[in-house]
């Protein structure tokens, strides 16, 4: 049985708005955590180019 033949007899709101909802209800923790946790890696691989590019700047201006 494919996707198509499960949800051929619902109607549209039962395939477009119960279901997500239902999916956000049950996994919805789950997908902020991920968010959170990818926002978080993110911020902080920025942070470590901005001051490895801050530092090389230092050093390059007191050796110079």
Known sequence: MTTKGI???LPWWVTWI?????ILA???GLIMS???FLVSFVF?????????A?????VRK???
Do not use: D, S
């Not at 119960?18 to 239902?22: F, N, R, T």
């Not at 902080?44 to 490895?52: D, E, N």
């Open 44 to 52: 902080k691989a920025l942070l470590l180019v901005a001051l490895i």
């Open 7 to 9: 949800f051929r007899g």
């Open 34 to 36: 991920v968010i959170g």
């Open 54 to 58: 801050g530092l090389v700047y230092v």
């Open 18 to 22: 119960a279901i997500p909802v239902l």
């Open 62 to 64: 007191f050796t110079a």
């Open 26 to 28: 049950v996994f919805g």
